[in-house]
């Protein structure tokens, strides 16, 4: 019996411990994140964590208060691209770093990249992108085949940003 009830108290013990914990990364969370009342002030920000981000090359149309925005990067010898979230929630607005940055050129090679992509809220996107000398580039997407993507005049860099298919 002793032995029962002593499983039965290490087993409430360790629930109120992960309770607890849970609780606690959940409010560090909360308390962490840094609101702005304008969306430059929080792109200004997204630089301010990210220095290595050159530009915002493009952000999508605001759903469901959410903008995806997709930046250039450089560090070193290397150029890429990265996206982030913009959230707006009370009038306030938040920048949420979407996932890994990817090369796209180095001094040894260029590559064309096709990746997965989450918004904060979970809304998943395909991002195409790569490096080009052609105005007149298409690709092709899970949906359709020669699409122009945009270009980045200044770099060459082409990118585009499509819904994915497999959403939750």
Known sequence: ???????????????????????????????????????????????????????????????DSEKMVIYKFKKDEAVGIGTGTLVWKNNKVSWYKNGNDVIISDKNNNTNIIGDVESYSGKKFKLYAGITNSKNIKIETETDSEISPHIDDNSGLYYLLVPSLRQK
């Not at 992960?18 to 792109?43: M, P, W, Y």
């Open 1 to 63: 019996m002793k032995k029962g009830v002593f499983i039965f108290a290490t087993l409430v013990l360790v629930a109120l411990v992960v309770f607890i914990f849970n609780k606690l990364i959940n409010t560090e969370k909360i308390e962490s994140e840094v609101q702005f009342d304008s969306e430059a002030e929080a792109l200004e920000y997204a630089k301010d964590e990210s220095p290595y981000i050159v530009d915002f090359i493009s952000q999508t149309k605001l759903v």
